[in-house]
């Protein structure tokens, strides 16, 4: 046995994958990601599969009232066809990053796409909303293939730090622009195909990424990996899957419900399971020693907090565009656009601020402007306009910008790569549970004080029950209402209804930014400013360090390997 680059290379695959190590701090060059084509052409490849992974997290929102017209779904329905893909895209991350790690990134995202591909087609042609439902689900199975594969082969491609840093940051920025743009593209598509055109659009780009995979990504695995742990996937899958259907349903129920209180409580015993019995396990799936590095666990923390703003601000901002100032869906997702543009101007960029000043301050002062857009956008009023909250929407972009790239360089430059495929899972279970629990919470929140102003007004004026509950269950439900009353009584309920809401939604935002203080507050007490050095057995056994020097170097010496 010989080693390369610290990873034991035998025969067959491990050799192929000594061959495309990058050279470590002797000087030697770093490799393309294969003898066939250069890293960039990769990386491309993988962000253009990630943008449709993220895209689907909000493109079919628009689509709700489409679906209601042309599938005759209930609002049960549309929820499972919304959550549907978010419970079990959670729900097999872990597990699916792990099996990258153990049988080849490659394969697991090239079986990711192929997934995804039969889900889109399966959900466009959908005669009925369980079929529908079902569809989604299995496109949440692609996509919790996709998603950590994309990350840790790029974290195999790119070895040393800054340039692992900027090629993070190019990620970051797409999948946050995927998130973005959902309800821009999925309104353009709706004004000019049919409804199954927002999943049919994934076709095309996923027979492209599977086409550019066999020769543009190089394949890789943890070539020490043990048996596999059934155990504990099945308990990550239950635990992810329940806690999150538990939070998803706390949006639209009280969060001390039956359903919400079993579902949450159920999901964390479960998850809490899985930490004994991988504490426990010969042969775990996730190894929890890497929680006990802040570099790693702080930024898991930072990235989910961050990821709560963005999602709770689109989840009530659309709303606010559509419902208040009479936007239609697709020039609501136009005015959202400016947080997309930032993201993906400024996530490339932060890792030169990174080695500048340091992880910290840049990530502090990242949730530094998200509380501050935060509580712009909540100084609103109901006389407020467009412009009012354009500013917001910029400052929130460029905060999440600089925090999203260096946290997710922080999560995967802090384990080692053998173990990307786990890592880059943990950060994508962060990253939907943070969003999840956004909606969830900011959506409360709103709901809550806009109930209970506009329920005060109308017990005054005696409404029927069944209208009563039309009008507190949504804005839209009041303006709808409103339109048939009409006349001077349905325009002082449309403005009625106006204020309570701006009133729901100014809490909701003010709430955000105060969590997102206190993530900055975390950050700044938590967060190591570089990565760790090496510790000494580290060191014996020629591990590098890779340590940001700040000029773009790599500090610490190499060890001779043997």
């Known amino acids: 046995m010989m080693r390369a680059g610290g990873i034991s290379v035998g025969s067959g695959e491990e050799r192929d994958l000594a061959a495309e190590l990058p050279g470590e701090a002797s000087g030697a060059p770093e490799p393309v990601a294969s003898r066939r084509a250069p890293r960039a052409l990769t990386l491309a490849v993988l962000c253009v599969t990630l943008l449709i992974v993220s895209l689907d997290n909000t493109i079919v929102n628009v689509a709700l009232p489409t679906l209601v017209r042309e599938l005759h779904a209930s609002s049960s329905q549309l929820q499972w066809i919304v959550d549907a893909y978010a419970v079990v895209l959670a729900g097999l991350l872990l597990v699916a990053g792990s099996m990258g790690d153990r049988v080849g990134r490659k ?84 004004a000019h195909f049919w409804w199954g055109s927002i999943f049919f659009v994934n076709l095309p780009l996923a027979i492209f990424g599977l086409i550019a995979a066999i020769w543009l990504v ?74 006990r590095s802040r570099r790693f666990s702080v930024a898991i923390g930072t990235v989910s907090l961050v990821i709560f703003a963005l999602m709770g601000l689109l989840f009530v901002a659309t709303q606010y565009l559509q419902f208040t100032l009479g936007y239609t869906a697709l020039q609501s ?114 709901n809550t004080r806009y109930q209970d102003r506009l329920t005060t007004v109308l017990n005054r004026y005696h409404v029927p029950t069944a209208a ?11 303006i709808a209402v409103a339109a048939k009353i009409g006349g001077a009584l349905g325009h002082s309920l449309v403005h009625v209804a106006n204020r309570a809401f701006i009133s729901g939604m100014d809490l909701a935002l003010s709430i955000g930014a105060i969590m997102a203080v206190i993530g900055a507050v975390l950050v700044i007490a938590l967060l190591p400013a570089r990565a760790d050095r090496p510790s000494p057995d580290a060191a014996a056994r020629g591990e590098r360090a890779d340590v940001d020097c700040g000029g773009g170097g790599v500090c610490g010496t190499p060890i001779s390997r043997s």
């Open 468 to 478: 009563a509950q039309y009008v507190t269950g949504s804005l839209g439900g009041a």
């Open 107 to 190: 394969w697991v995202f090239m079986g990711g796409l192929a997934c995804f591909a039969v889900g889109s087609v399966a959900a466009a042609f959908s005669p009925t909303p369980h079929w529908l439902v079902a569809a989604r689900a299995v496109m949440g199975a692609g996509a919790a293939a996709i998603m950590p594969s994309t990350l840790s082969i790029l974290t195999n491609i790119y070895r040393r730090p800054g340039e692992r840093a900027r090629a993070i940051g190019i990620w970051s920025g797409t999948s946050g622009l995927g998130i973005a743009i959902g309800p821009i593209v999925g309104g353009w598509l709706l």
């Open 218 to 291: 190089p394949n890789s695995r943890n070539p020490s990996s043990e048996r596999p742990d059934p155990f504990g996937a099945l308990l990550s899958i239950a635990g992810m899957a329940v806690l999150l259907w538990g939070i998803i349903e706390a949006s639209t129920r009280t969060w001390t419900s039956p359903p919400v209180a079993t579902g949450v409580a159920t999901g964390l015993v479960l998850l809490a399971g899985f930490a004994v019995w991988e504490r426990h396990c010969s042969h775990p799936m996730l190894d929890l020693s890497f929680f």
């Open 333 to 446: 997702g136009l005015r959202v656009a400016p947080i997309a543009l930032v993201l993906l101007v400024v996530a490339p960029s932060s890792s030169y601020l990174v080695r500048w000043i340091g992880t910290k301050v840049v990530v502090a002062s990242g949730m530094g402007a998200v509380a501050i857009g935060l509580f712009l956008f909540s100084r609103t009023t109901a006389s407020g306009s467009y412009a009012h909250v354009f500013p917001a929407f910029l400052i929130i972009g460029f905060g999440t910008a600089l925090v999203m790239a260096p946290t997710t360089e922080s999560i995967m430059g802090s384990v080692p790569r053998e173990e990307a495929g786990v890592a880059s899972g943990t950060n994508s279970a962060a990253l939907q549970l943070g969003g999840a629990l956004g909606v969830a919470v900011l959506g409360s929140l709103l």
